[in-house]
């Protein structure tokens, strides 16, 4: 669906800018450079959400519809938009550089177009399309197109074998049922559709183990692990090989992830990255020199170009990005400077016991560059630094000066890890599918862009995101969970107020916005150095808290405090849709834009509760009313092609508030003006799977009894019909037949005639 080949045609105008920018990347870390340090004072707020950039000069003036084609054999393994998928044999973007490179299997058989990858493992490509062979030669064999929809499927011809024996045992006439089963792209979905359907789906993907490169080997093949290059002074990783951390059979952090060849981290489009949990207790102090330390994860890692024991290393990663996430909100701070390695204090005197590691790393998401050809040539890694506090260094923060709320000490750091690759200059963008949707994937997308009278997707690189928890289970604007495709959920997180903050929230008094609300209400003297909040302050409710924590998406109204308010929100139909055509994400055609369904204006979002519906205080119960908890998200989906592996789609896509009671519960040993209660917000979303009709199948018409000739076999005597139509290759039958017959008969009458 998408033009993965421009992509590489891109690459010229791009070198320079990355030049600069990889030019850049290296001064900033060069030897006079100073170590980074984290801001002075940390902020609420929230993050804007990053998208993927843009290229207007590829934006058509008039974008128009791709046409989807669902076949038997379309490139399942085919997820990364501009790369080469290892071992994807029929990826467009792998050259046969790169194919060389794929993981050798002695009992592997290809067969499909490329007979040189027999003896390489090939990842699923779909089923082989049906084929009949018939006793007349392989030109007399039509190609028989699917009914009703010749954009799904088509059963081929196989070429007959004209030998004496396979002409005895050869179909003559076909009057089966069908040759297989397709569902048809059902069309337009109505609202209506959408209440009367229900879902349930699942998904498998391939997650090989990395195998040993031999050190006699000048090259490495896909998967094949990759060495690290060490001074005596420099740590070792597991093996001598390139491996960072990963879940074990607990979720504790352990040196599980080994990295191959040209494989991504995670290896499924299903997972977003890879993670694990670092335990906040007594052994914080030695995760803080290994698993959380840059020394480890970047500063003195250099990997093997190439296998063998004398590989020539890189050098150490380019830092593409260093963000520090605050402790409180987790809001993001870009960083200068130098990689600061993570540092480990110890605030009880030298005994010993845990306290806090300084720049842990918390993310760290690598980009490897490689040549095509079985040779890694650079690598670059974007960070995310987070101070880790041990629960009892927290609850001693937190008691200094009596906190007004529940410290909720964690009791685990969850660290964040992804691996991609790419070609030099490539521009690498993840797929959700191709086409159809991967179960687990994020649903693709984005907000509506302008420039220069051209119409483009700000794609949301987390796809659509609904309000999450941070760390403590307090509500987070920097804590949304994305939305996976075919996978129902729900998203809670806890807003603490007290009797009168919730009835100042209600009754529409609030001042603060809530990123500002749950800052201010956990920081305290010691944490930040900040000064106790007022107790009568309350969240704002001018705008329906979910929307706030969105950033205002999918929230209709205008509101200069929020980047993604009213903006058209755009999701995907299909899951590898171009950003860049923004015809290929809306499901309506061009010539009824009404209603386009999976394209949601301002009018088509949410907009503040009113009327019946408006939030309202009661002072009997302590109750506030109708309060906005959080967003429902109803997705229909649907299945085009053959009834072997149905693609699915988004069909329709429509959005409403949940809502709730809050009442405040008077326990006794509450005191109502100081004691804050978690008051709860939920959001939804449900994946409905369309009611389609029955799979039509496909039968072939026979054979002709004579065969066929082009249409233009006399031209330019005489003219048909389209070229290559059976109609006009009767015709051309016809006319030769009356020809000879007329041929044949004047000359009869000349001999007659001696």
Not at 650 to 676: C, E, G, H, I, M
Request: some cysteine; charged content about 20%.
């Amino acid at each position: 669906m998408t033009n993965t080949a421009s992509l590489r045609t891109k690459a010229g105008r791009r070198a320079s800018l990355l030049a600069g920018v990889l030019v850049g990347a290296l001064l900033a870390t060069g030897a006079d450079a100073q170590a980074a340090t984290r801001p002075t004072a940390e902020s609420a707020g929230l993050n804007a959400p990053s998208t993927y950039g843009i290229d207007w000069t590829d934006v058509p003036t008039e974008p128009t519809k791709t046409v989807v084609k669902v076949t038997a054999e379309n490139c399942l393994c085919d997820l990364t938009e501009g790369t080469c998928d290892a071992n994807c044999c029929c990826d467009p973007d792998c050259d046969s550089n790169e194919k060389a490179q794929f993981t050798e299997c002695a009992t592997c058989v290809y067969d499909g177009a490329n007979a040189a990858m027999n003896g390489k493992v090939c990842l699923p490509e779909g089923r082989s399309p049906p084929s009949l062979e018939y006793c007349l030669p392989s030109s007399t064999v039509s190609r028989v197109n699917l009914l009703s929809s010749s954009s799904l499927g088509v059963v081929e011809q196989r070429k007959a074998d004209m030998s004496f024996l396979s002409q005895q045992l050869c179909i003559k006439d076909d009057n089966s049922a069908s040759l297989g089963k397709y569902f048809l792209d059902p069309g337009f979905a109505t609202d209506d559709i959408l209440k009367s359907s229900v879902t349930l789906q699942s998904e498998r993907f391939w997650n090989p183990v990395p195998a040993a490169a031999s050190e006699t080997q000048p090259k490495y093949r896909h998967n094949d692990t990759i060495g690290v290059v060490k001074a005596a002074s420099e740590p070792l990783l597991p093996g001598n090989k390139f491996v960072l951390p990963g879940a074990t059979f607990s979720g504790v952090c352990g040196w599980t992830n080994v990295i191959g060849y040209n494989m991504p981290l995670p290896a499924s489009a299903a997972s977003e990255d890879a993670t694990c949990l670092v335990p906040i207790d007594d052994t914080l102090s030695k995760s803080c020199t290994t698993l959380l330390n840059a020394k480890y994860l970047v500063n003195d890692l250099k990997l093997a170009k190439t296998p063998g024991s004398s590989a020539t290393p890189t050098e150490a990663p380019t830092i593409s990005s260093m963000k520090y996430r605050s402790r409180i909100g987790g809001k993001l701070t870009d960083l200068t400077g130098t990689v600061p390695a993570a540092t480990f204090t110890d605030g009880s005197g030298g005994s010993g016991a845990a306290d806090t590691c300084n720049f842990a790393v918390v993310e760290a998401h690598y980009v490897i560059t490689h040549d095509g050809s079985g040779s890694i040539s650079s690598f670059a890694v974007d960070l995310v630094f987070a101070d880790v506090m041990t629960s009892t260094r927290w609850s001693a923060v937190y008691n200094a000066n009596g906190a007004l709320a529940d410290p909720g000490n964690p009791s685990s750091v969850r660290v964040k890890y992804t691996v991609s690759w790419k070609l030099s200059a490539e521009t690498v963008v993840p797929r959700s599918g191709a086409p159809g949707y991967v179960v687990g994937a994020p649903l693709l997308a984005g907000t509506k862009d302008t420039s220069s009278g051209k119409n483009a997707v700000a794609r949301l690189k987390d796809g659509l995101t609904i309000p999450g928890a941070g760390p403590d289970g307090r509500c987070s604007g920097n804590g949304k969970s994305t939305v996976r495709f075919g996978m129902s959920q729900s998203s809670s997180c806890a807003i603490p107020l007290s009797q009168d903050n919730l009835k100042t929230f209600c009754q529409g008094s609030g001042d603060k916005a809530v990123a500002d609300y749950l800052y201010d209400l956990i920081s305290v003297n010691g944490v930040l150095g900040g000064t106790t909040p007022d107790k009568t302050k309350a969240p704002g409710s001018s705008v329906p808290l979910p929307a706030q924590l969105m950033d205002g998406l999918l929230y209709g109204t205008l509101d200069s405090n929020y980047d993604l308010s009213a903006k058209t929100v755009m999701v995907a139909a299909w899951a590898n849709a171009n950003y860049e055509n923004i015809a290929d994400w809306k499901s309506c055609d061009a010539t009824d834009t009404t209603d386009c369904a999976t394209e949601l204006t301002a009018a088509e979002q949410l907009t503040k509760p009113s009327g019946d519906s408006a939030m309202s205080w009661d002072e009997t119960t302590k109750t506030c009313k109708n309060v906005a908890v959080g967003v429902n998200i109803d997705v229909l989906t649907a299945k085009v092609g053959h009834l072997d592996h149905a693609q699915s789609k988004v069909q329709r896509v429509k959005v409403s508030w949940n809502l709730a009671d809050w009442t405040y519960t008077d326990f006794p040993w509450d005191n109502a003006a100081d004691d804050r209660q978690d008051f709860m917000l939920k959001s939804t979303v449900h994946f409905v799977e369309m009611a389609q009709d029955a799979p039509e199948g496909v039968k072939p018409a026979s054979p002709p009894i004579l065969p066929t000739l082009p249409a233009d076999v006399f031209y330019p005597f005489l003219s048909a019909g389209p070229a290559g139509g059976r109609a006009a290759a009767s015709a051309a039958w016809c006319v030769a037949l009356v020809a000879a017959i007329f041929v044949a008969w004047v000359t009869a009458r000349g001999d007659d005639s001696y």
